[in-house]
């Protein structure tokens, strides 16, 4: 379970990187999403017992209330306030990217018009 966890973190921070490298803003937007789910998958995985199975998340009566008995809440209510954040900053980063489309008339990110671009008319 680590090794594909694990293997999910990096493919989801590569490929966020690969796409924040490129020069289109729609691109950007979607490598800084990779980024974000990518970095809610490690904060998850990084509590002790957030992947541990069999653990009570509920107090439970006659059983000591410390971590080996039950499930870590503080990595799932980071990762959940996370996703909501996540979520209201790319509904920003859309809103700022159909403003500067509108205004600059392009999508790059440095505001130029790229080869594979034809002129609006």
Known sequence: ME????LAIGVLTGSGVWLLLRPRTFQVIMGLSLLSYAVNLFIFSMGRLGLAIDKEPVLQPGLPQDLA?????????????????GFAMTA?????LLASRGMAGTDHVDGTKGK???EMP
């Not at 090794?3 to 694990?6: D, G, P, Q, S």
């Not at 008995?69 to 954040?85: E, G, K, N, R, S």
């Not at 920003?92 to 700022?96: A, G, Y």
């Open 92 to 96: 920003l980063f859309l809103v700022v």
């Open 3 to 6: 090794l594909i966890l694990a």
């Open 116 to 118: 594979d671009v034809q």
């Open 69 to 85: 008995h039950y499930a870590d809440p503080m990595p799932q209510a980071l990762t959940l306030t996370a996703i909501v954040i």
